[in-house]
């Protein structure tokens, strides 16, 4: 007997779904996974609990939806910014770090609420070793290409160091995005702090380990 094909999900299926994930995203980024319940979950996005389990599962399926779903774009923007730096010319180390780092900043702060929540989020994957897996999945692949670009740049260089200065170059930028106000704290009156200035920080720490050979 022919299997009966499955519904693709209905127009309103989806835009609920869509709500839940942005409720998800808020809850998570401001509580934690350990913090944040799916009760909570679903009075943030105004739906039935047994709606939020229907279309995330579990709370562990749920965030790794919830992290999942901008991954992809956020790879896309910042490979499309390595391409279109490529074609402009020889790489550099910063011109690396900037199609890396830009991109990010960009959509934090200017792609709206869900965006910069999202950067919170990013924050409680990176530190977290439960989220190795999700981490794997969603950010290694896309790091691991910028990764291959700067050892072209500095053939010598161990793999191991460069790797070391990604991770903590998104380290700063993670913390750029959501500890600015320290910085206010610390210089009140002075400018927002400029993402030029984080690449530039980036750029000196990765060069200084990859030519201590």
Known sequence: MEK?????PSARSLQTKARILDAAEQVFAARGFDG???????????VQ???????GGGKEELFH???ARRA???SRI????????????DLTLRVVLDCFIRPYVALARTGGPQWMAYGRLVAHVSVDPRWRAIAAE??????????DEIARLYPQADRQSIAAGQVY??????????????????SPGAAEARVDQLIDYCAAGIEVMVERV
């Not at 609990?49 to 279309?55: A, F, I, K, R, T």
């Not at 910042?78 to 730096?85: F, H, I, S, T």
């Open 72 to 74: 992809d774009e956020l």
């Open 49 to 55: 609990v047994g709606l939020v389990h229907h279309h």
């Open 138 to 147: 969603c950010f290694d692949p896309t790091a691991g290409q910028f990764i």
């Open 4 to 8: 009966q094909r499955k519904r693709a």
């Open 65 to 67: 939806q919830t992290v």
């Open 78 to 89: 910042r490979l499309e910014a390595l391409d279109a730096a490529r074609a402009q010319g």
């Open 36 to 46: 944040a319940s799916i009760r909570d979950i679903a009075a943030e996005a105004g």
């Open 169 to 186: 170059s998104v380290s700063a930028m993670l913390a750029f995005l959501n500890t600015g106000w320290r910085i206010e704290a610390l």
